[in-house]
């Protein structure tokens, strides 16, 4: 038998192992502090210096001139039926490539004025070999009306003072700086402003980023609830049997009505205010729910007929084909709805937010009912009742006074001027504006909603997108990167922010926080369909560090010396694609996790 050790281990001198005659050097550490087990959960803190360098806008304007200068890009255009490009009077191809709704299906409580916005979309394709499809997408998205947001009448930019404007009632810029938030006050405008949040409004010169309405009490004027994972929203739209028994569709489908399930309903993407009433207002320690349970009469309901890939959200729902459509449905909504306090707890100070406390400041709830999956029909006596498959929902709530001050990040601020370069027909873009320096936002120009790029690059949608695929070009098989499917991870954004999209996370991961999505956001593609379209970005003054630079334009060089190969690559698989193209859509038309989810889920890949 063997010796015991008296507990205190094996005090054998020969276990220790020798020493190695290796003195290769091993793999050179970046700088920052590492953790010393990789556990889950470990985090890697970068040096200033290092962190500095990642944030740097320098690089990814650098990047985007050069894509520009090499003409790496491609431009998409409007194409037919048979996937021919579409040309104008003058046999040009026409570059639009979708023409939609911004805010569709929105109106006020009595549904007299419409807050619909008409939007232009263009495009062009970059070439890449961190996509699975081996492109990015940018989309620019332009208004075609200028809806009036009203004017600013103050900016309260001096963070030294606090200011003192009337009723009690105080502007504390010193803590707005810290919380880098501008206030500016207002007048005139609609409750569309309250659709806002994450939009980018411009007065014509300046644009940023709405981060917060308030109403004349410096209380939120709309409040955002989500419903939870395993409370979805529940559905039911009933319309006449008769409706639909003489109709040539119903012919078609030789009266049964169990072909139903699986097309697309529509009640007209459904985002009207409505009157509060009888929803159900209920506290908690931290959040408070809402409860609803609403019906109505006289709606509008469709079948869908829609032959492209993209989901019907994306469309102008008036304008696509539909196999069935009546004006005299009846829909019932039940959802449950969650806010969380802590999003709202500030602007109340030292009075405790409760549910009764919010519930007296509002009289307004908009329900967004988007295009929906039909999982049952049954018909109930004269009548056929059809459900959707359930889903998440969001509700905005809004005040009983229309905003009177807005809130904008403090690093979302740009302005845009005339250029003089090549004979005046470009524009100016400084991104490294100081709203606490600069002079922002005039008195006499109205706002209204801005031009936006967006793109489908990790850098600028803080995503990662996911397509599973097997072959590329000349039927060479490639590594499906599907396998690697992306779930939520410690470092994920919190439970609320993610709700929705937690459910489309074999298609995206996204790690955007809200601070993120309120920035101005740009990547080198953004910049070069800028410059594309004749917007002279001004060059940021966030240089990274020496080193940094060099190794950046060592592995630029090595970059665009393969981008032929790759916009090759590209072309050869441009049909697979449309996952990318949905979600940078969903971006332009500022759709939040819960829709944009929706979206994901629904679209033909």
């Known amino acids: 038998m063997p010796r015991k050790q008296n507990g205190f281990g094996n005090f054998k001198v020969g276990s220790v192992r020798r020493p190695s005659n290796d003195f ?286 993209l989901p019907a959200p994306l469309l102008d729902i008036a304008a696509m084909a539909k196999l069935f459509e009546t004006t005299n449905a009846s829909f019932n909504l039940k959802a449950s709805y969650t806010f969380i306090k802590q999003h709202y707890q500030r602007f109340f100070g030292n009075k405790y937010l409760t549910a009764d406390l919010v519930k007296s400041e509002l009289n307004l709830v908009s329900y967004t009912i988007l295009p929906f999956t039909i999982n049952s029909v049954i018909i109930k006596g004269a009548n056929v009742e059809i459900t959707a498959l359930p889903f998440e929902n969001s509700v905005e709530l809004y005040s009983t006074t229309v905003g009177n001050y807005l809130i904008f990040t403090d690093y979302s601020f740009t302005k845009k001027a005339p250029d003089a370069y090549n004979g005046g027909d470009w524009q100016r873009l400084d991104t490294d504006v100081n709203p606490w320096q600069d002079e922002v936002f005039t008195t006499s120009n109205p706002l209204t909603i801005a031009d936006i790029w967006c793109c489908s690059c990790p850098s600028y949608s803080n995503s990662i997108i996911r397509m599973p695929q097997s072959l590329a070009g000349d039927n060479k098989h490639v590594n499906n990167r599907q396998y690697r499917y992306p779930l939520p991870t410690a470092m994920s954004k919190v439970d609320f922010q993610n709700r929705g999209l937690a459910n489309a996370a074999g298609i995206v991961q996204s790690w955007e926080t809200f601070a993120q999505r309120t920035r101005f956001k740009m990547c080198k593609h953004t910049i070069a369909a800028m410059f594309i379209e004749h917007i002279k970005v001004v060059e940021p003054n966030q240089y990274p560090s020496v080193d940094a630079r060099i190794q950046f334009e060592e592995k630029l060089e090595k970059d665009m010396a393969a981008i032929k190969d790759e916009l090759l690559m590209s072309l050869e698989r441009s049909e697979l694609t449309t996952v990318e193209l949905v979600y940078t859509l969903a971006e332009g038309l500022n759709l939040d996790e819960v829709e944009t989810a929706a979206v994901l889920l629904n679209s033909k890949f």
């Open 24 to 309: 290769r050097v091993g793999k050179i550490q970046k700088a920052g502090s590492y953790p010393s087990n990789n556990t889950f959960g470990s985090v890697v803190k970068r040096s200033v210096i290092e962190q500095y360098d990642m944030n740097s806008d320098w690089v990814r304007w650098r990047k985007g001139m050069e894509y520009y200068y090499q003409g790496a890009w491609l431009r998409m255009y409007l194409t037919d039926e048979r996937g021919a490009p579409v040309l104008d009077g003058n046999g040009e191809k026409i570059p639009t490539f979708l023409d939609t709704i911004l805010y569709q299906g929105s109106t006020n409580a009595d549904g007299t004025v419409s807050y619909e916005i008409p939007v232009e979309f263009t495009g062009y394709r970059f070439a890449t070999n961190a996509s699975d499809s081996s492109n990015h997408y940018v989309v620019k998205r332009r208004v075609q009306s200028e809806p009036d947001l009203g004017v600013v009448t103050q900016v309260y930019s001096d963070k030294d003072k606090i200011y003192d404007v009337g009723g009690g009632l105080t502007v504390d810029a010193p803590l707005n700086f810290q919380n880098r938030e501008l206030w500016v006050q207002g007048q005139g405008g609609s409750r569309l402003l309250l659709k806002t949040i994450g939009e980018r409004i411009t007065d014509g010169n300046t644009e940023a980023t709405v981060k917060y309405a308030l109403n004349n009490l410096q209380h939120p004027a709309i409040y955002i609830g989500k419903t939870e994972e395993e409370a979805k929203a529940k559905l039911t739209v009933t319309i006449p049997l008769s409706e639909i028994a003489s109709t040539s569709f119903y012919s078609n489908i030789n009266g049964n009505l169990q072909e139903l399930i699986g097309e697309v309903g529509s009640l007209g993407a459904f985002s009207a205010e409505r009157n509060i009433t009888n929803e159900e207002f209920v506290d908690g320690d931290y959040e408070f729910t809402v409860n609803s349970d609403i019906s109505d009469t006289g709606q509008t309901f469709e079948i869908l007929d829609n032959p492209t890939d």
